[in-house]
C-alpha cells in the first residue's frame, strides 16, 4: 500500500509563496492535494497523472499553484504562489490506484497525515 510523508508547510503572508512536498512510496496512477479550513468540507486542489504531465486544478487556485512530480525522487510538490488567507488549511496528499485522475475524493484511497498552511493579511 502507498504511504504519504507530507512537509513543506508553515506561515506566510499574503502575497507569499510556499512549496509543499510529498514522499510516496508503492505504486499509484494519480497523486493529488486537497485542503480543509476549520469548519469547511476538504476541497479538491490539485491533481497528477503519476509518471505523466496532465494535470487539473480547482478554479480557485488555477494560475497560481503549480502540481508537479520527480518520478526518481517519487515526490509530488506543490508550489503555491501569491497566496491569499483563504488559502489557509490542512493540505493533504493523497494517492489513487483507480483508473480515473482528477481533484476529487473519490479518486484517492490513500492520504497524508497533513501539513498546515496559514496565510495571514
Known amino acids: 500500500q502507498v504511504q504519504l510523508v507530507e512537509s513543506g508547510g508553515g506561515s506566510v503572508q499574503a502575497g507569499g509563496s510556499l512549496r509543499l512536498s510529498c514522499v510516496a512510496s508503492?505504486?499509484?496512477?494519480?497523486m493529488g492535494w486537497f485542503r480543509q479550513a476549520p469548519g469547511k468540507e476538504r476541497e479538491g486542489v490539485a491533481s497528477?497523472?503519476?509518471?505523466?504531465?496532465?494535470?487539473d486544478y480547482a478554479s480557485s487556485v488555477k494560475g497560481r499553484f503549480t502540481i508537479t512530480q520527480d518520478n526518481a525522487k517519487k515526490t509530488v510538490y506543490l508550489q503555491m504562489n501569491t497566496l491569499k488567507p483563504e488559502d489557509t488549511g490542512m493540505y493533504y496528499c493523497?494517492?489513487?490506484?483507480?483508473?480515473?485522475?482528477?481533484?476529487?475524493?473519490?479518486?484517492?484511497?490513500?492520504w497524508g497525515q497533513g501539513t498546515q498552511v496559514t496565510v495571514s493579511s
Open positions: 493523497a494517492a489513487g490506484t483507480g483508473a480515473y485522475c482528477g481533484p476529487v475524493s473519490r479518486n484517492f484511497d490513500v
Open positions: 508503492g505504486r499509484s496512477t494519480c
Open positions: 497528477i497523472v503519476t509518471g505523466g504531465r496532465s494535470t
